[in-house]
């Protein structure tokens, strides 16, 4: 069997894989919702959903550093990695390994595609075309919803000590523009560091979103940027609903509409 993964390299495979390494928190729990929880053998200590994989299964390190001789030992069929979260290091480390297959996420029909390629490889077609179905359901049902809400403008941080955004060719932006949040950093590539002295009181978003990854912003992290500007409006927000890309999809719909409501 002869598959494409997203960065159109050639990934050979003799048999539907059995024994599965997850180097990716929200493909790990894409694997489970189509039914392979059985078949997965390691993870990283950051495949957190769900919460029981991290006693049942073995974990061989970070999405960035990775216990090579681990992953060996599980002798798998295949390992999941993704661009973004995965070094080219760890790409060339796991080849040597077994067939690889990569992810590369921008937008929902990345992620929907990603769903559907794992169902053909894994010959779990139905469960992946229900996951696809559910995702559209509620993604029609949100742009309903969304249809006659304001444009904000906002400023999406994902990182602190040095303060770093999210920005254009990332799949957070992606999710911001589909919520009818205008980005002030979508002129900028990916994740750059910013001032926020400059955003305060220059740039002047609507609102400022705090992700709870991969840095866990908190209240006292809110605090210290209300400080900045009484007219700041910050909100700590769930960051696996804007940048998870699996089967998390599902649920973030609706996260985003109770976000909306209470911002008002």
Not at 45 to 74: D, M, N
Not at 200 to 206: F, H, L, N, V
Not at 233 to 255: C, M, P, Q
């Amino acid at each position: 069997m002869v598959f494409k993964d997203q960065l159109n390299r050639t990934i050979n495979l003799v048999n539907t894989p059995k024994r599965i390494v997850s180097l990716v928190p929200s493909q790990t729990e894409l694997l489970v919702d189509l039914g392979l929880e059985s078949n997965i053998l390691g993870i990283t200590k950051f495949c957190v959903h769900p919460s029981h994989l991290l006693k049942s299964k073995t974990i061989v390190g970070g999405t960035k550093q990775v216990h090579v001789e681990k992953v060996k030992a599980l002798n798998p069929d295949i390992i999941l990695c993704n661009k973004e979260e995965n070094s080219l290091e760890i790409l060339q480390q796991m080849e040597q390994i077994a067939p690889v297959h990569m992810s590369d996420i921008y937008t929902l029909d990345d992620g929907l595609d990603l769903i559907k390629v794992y169902g053909e490889i894994f010959d779990c077609k139905n469960n992946a075309t229900d996951i696809v179905s559910q995702i559209k359901i509620q993604l029609e049902s949100f742009k309903t919803y969304i249809a006659n809400k304001p444009e904000l403008k906002v400023a999406y941080f994902i990182w602190k000590t040095p303060w770093m955004v999210a920005a254009k060719h990332t799949f957070i932006n992606h999710l911001l523009e589909i919520n009818k949040f205008k980005n002030v950093y979508g002129h900028l590539e990916r994740y750059p560091e910013i001032d926020i002295n400059i955003m305060s009181s220059q740039i002047k978003p609507d609102l400022v979103l705090l992700s709870s990854e991969p840095f866990p912003f908190k209240e006292k992290h809110k605090e210290e940027l209300e400080l900045l500007s009484s007219n700041l409006k910050v909100v700590l927000v769930d960051g696996e609903y804007f940048s998870w890309y699996g089967s998390r999809l599902i649920e973030a719909f609706n996260y985003f509409k109770t976000l909306r409501l209470n911002l008002y």
